[in-house]
């Protein structure tokens, strides 16, 4: 149980356009998703933390604007990067934390996203 | 705000040997800690966590960590390391009433066979 799905898993795109990534919690209700950003030979770093039906918390240094984060359902939260451009390529990495019982204190991880902007 | 510290970076060993990879913390109240590990090519894993009682963890593939309230440290351990143990590790720890989960530097394992 507790498997977490990110898609797509590779995506390459053009500067100035704008790529959406879902995260999907598949056989559990997220009450809450974080997206986390890894750069090669790093650790992850959080991004923010989105919580069902309510706007996400970001992390200080984390443009609101460029990263939008929904997450209109228990299952779902996708990320935005509006306006990409090379600096954010990146590994985008998303967990789901669930609302009981055990799955309410750990954190389950999708297999990421590698984000390539031209 | 809590930190978490990974004291090696990289770390070489062939098989059948023992691991010990470090991890320590700052944090000012109860601790959830966790070690995750991530393969080449694949996402992160659960290896073991702790959130209360026996400070001394089991987790799967044979790997354990000890909790040290004292020294703010919960370093992993396997006896006896695979090739197929070769990935990163990762130390995470979360405040136990709260949601961030925040991770150390990682530690790379390359294990020769």
């Known amino acids: 149980g507790a498997v977490v799905s990110q898609h797509p898993s590779r995506v390459i795109c053009k500067s100035g356009t704008s790529v959406k990534i879902e995260c999907r919690s598949l056989?559990?209700?997220?009450?809450?998703m974080f997206w986390y950003r890894q750069f090669p030979k790093q650790s992850l770093m959080l991004m923010a933390t989105?919580?069902?039906?309510?706007?996400?918390?970001?992390e200080q240094g984390v443009e609101k604007d460029k990263f939008l984060i929904n997450h209109a359902s228990l299952t779902l939260s996708t990320l935005t990067v509006t306006s990409a451009h090379p600096e954010d390529s990146s590994f985008y990495i998303c967990?789901?934390?669930?609302?009981?019982?055990?799955?309410?204190?750990?954190?389950?991880f999708g297999p990421g996203t590698r984000l390539t902007v031209l | 705000a809590q930190s978490v510290s990974q004291h090696n970076h990289h770390v070489i060993l062939s098989e059948a040997a023992s691991l010990e990879l470090g991890c320590n913390y700052s944090?000012?109240?109860?601790?959830?800690l966790f070690w995750y590990v991530q393969y080449p090519g694949q996402h992160l894993q659960l290896l073991l966590k702790?959130?209360?009682?026996?400070?001394l963890v089991k987790g799967i593939k044979g790997f354990e960590a000890e909790f040290i309230k004292s020294k703010f440290s919960f370093n992993l351990r396997k006896p006896s390391v695979q090739w197929s143990d070769t990935a990163e590790y990762f130390c995470a720890v979360k405040g136990a009433a709260g949601n961030k989960l925040t991770f150390g530097g990682g530690t790379r394992v390359l294990v020769k066979p």
């Open positions: 702790y959130f209360s009682g026996d400070p």
């Open positions: 967990s789901a934390r669930g609302g009981q019982g055990q799955s309410y204190n750990e954190q389950f």
């Open positions: 989105s919580n069902e039906g309510s706007k996400a918390t970001y």
């Open positions: 944090y000012g109240g109860t601790v959830n």
């Open positions: 056989d559990f209700q997220a009450t809450t």
